[in-house]
Nanobody, 126 residues
Framework: QVDLVESGGGSVQAGGSLRLSCSSS????????MGWFRQAAGKEREGVAV????????KYADSVKGRFTISEDYAKTTVMLQMGSLKPEDTATYYC???????????????????WGQGTQVTVSS
């Protein structure tokens, strides 16, 4: 059983920052791809940032490069997403996801992941 619980969403003005956290049980960032995805109203879910198993690399969507940073704690049970220079177009529900072995082909695809959190809302106002 894998449980992922996101926290840290909220409302912020454009240019502001937020930090999301994903606490995982039954899943370890040592062995799993851990990713952050987002889904805006009326749009498909898209990959935002992922961290490779064991912290061996990261990947970001072009739209967030230089503004967002994904990281993990030492115990590899919590994955964070530090978001800066937020824009209104970053408004979405953000989801944490975990995949054991499924991310090697394309870690930014939602269907590479089999475990999902419930999502946390991020709203950026102009």
């Amino acid at each position: 059983q894998v449980d992922l619980v996101e926290s840290g969403g909220g409302s912020v003005q454009a240019g502001g920052s937020l930090r999301l956290s994903c606490s995982s049980s039954g899943s370890s960032a040592s062995t799993n791809f851990m990713g952050w995805f987002r889904q805006a109203a009326g749009k498909e879910r898209e990959g935002v940032a992922v961290i490779y198993p064991g912290g061996r690399g990261t990947k970001y969507a072009d739209s967030v490069k230089g503004r967002f940073t994904i990281s993990e704690d030492y115990a590899k049970t919590t994955v964070m997403l530090q978001m800066g220079s937020l824009k209104p177009e970053d408004t979405a529900t953000y989801y944490c996801a975990s995949s054991y072995g499924g991310g090697w082909l394309d870690p930014m695809r939602a269907d590479s992941y089999n475990y999902w959190g419930q999502g946390t809302q991020v709203t950026v106002s102009s």
